[in-house]
């Protein structure tokens, strides 16, 4: 027998929220909403600007009732963007570099400098960059 399942796309504006814990709120806010179920495989784009030290690990592996999650997170750290690009440290140099890429152009670009942005920022504070 074969069974019908849904392939969900939905966009997460998570602009100025933190953590996890925040976010997790917001989609299952979403989910009850939509009337996603155990044959939904869902796929979330996390975007916005967020603070610089938002972590969002987890959310895929958490049960909301759905066959599957997927997390895909383009948000981009320029919700304390203003100090740093004041501080004249090798910090807010790294965050001067990829301000621009980080606010023009399209969604993707803008994940990708955030991405590479906040791996360098882990290596310079000693951080697990291994983790991005």
């Given amino acids: 027998p074969l069974d019908t ?9 998570v602009s100025h929220l933190s953590t ?7 989609l299952v806010a979403r989910i009850e909403e939509r009337g996603y179920g155990a044959k939904t495989v869902l796929r979330v784009i996390l975007f916005g600007s967020v603070p610089l030290r938002a972590r969002f690990e987890g959310l895929d592996a ?14 981009v750290p320029t919700d304390e963007g203003v100090s740093l690009l004041r501080e004249m440290t090798a910090r807010g140099e790294l965050y001067r570099h990829f301000y621009p ?4 152009g399209d969604e993707e670009d803008r994940a990708r ?8 920022y882990a290596a310079l504070v000693g951080e697990d ?3 991005y």
């Fill in 5 to 13: 399942y849904s392939y969900v796309t939905e966009r997460l504006d």
């Fill in 20 to 26: 996890a814990e925040d976010v997790r709120q917001k």
């Fill in 62 to 75: 958490e049960d909301y009732g759905l066959y599957s999650v997927w997390v895909e997170d383009r948000t």
């Fill in 101 to 104: 890429q980080m606010t023009e």
């Fill in 113 to 120: 400098a955030a991405r590479a942005f906040r791996i360098g």
């Fill in 129 to 131: 960059f291994a983790k």
